[in-house]
């Protein structure tokens, strides 16, 4: 497993970043998230042989947000 943090810009409300929650969870090779609104952030803890971070980004952007950063652990 690994876990990546993102940086998101462009959430107007809770509701913004909780869909993108809801998303990332129901996406497959990802075991846990924890999306905070007032940081702007998405943790993510995934499997690697299923998923990648490089997924997980562009699920995040074509709903219209912006990874400006990412850190890996």
């Given at each position: 497993?690994?876990?990546?943090?993102?940086?998101v810009e462009?959430?107007?409300?809770?509701?913004?970043?909780?869909?993108?929650?809801?998303?990332?969870?129901a996406?497959?090779?990802?075991?846990?998230?924890?999306?905070?609104?007032?940081?702007?952030?998405?943790?993510?803890?995934?499997?690697?042989?299923?998923?990648?971070?490089?997924?997980?980004?562009?699920?995040?952007?074509?709903?219209?947000?912006?990874?400006?950063?990412?850190?890996?652990?």
């Amino acid at each position: 497993m690994r876990t990546v943090t993102l940086k998101v810009e462009g959430w107007r409300c809770a509701a913004c970043s909780a869909s993108v929650g809801s998303l990332l969870e129901a996406h497959p090779g990802v075991r846990g998230i924890d999306v905070s609104f007032d940081e702007g952030r998405v943790r993510a803890l995934y499997d690697p042989a299923t998923t990648s971070e490089d997924r997980l980004v562009e699920l995040i952007e074509k709903r219209g947000f912006q990874v400006v950063a990412r850190t890996s652990a």
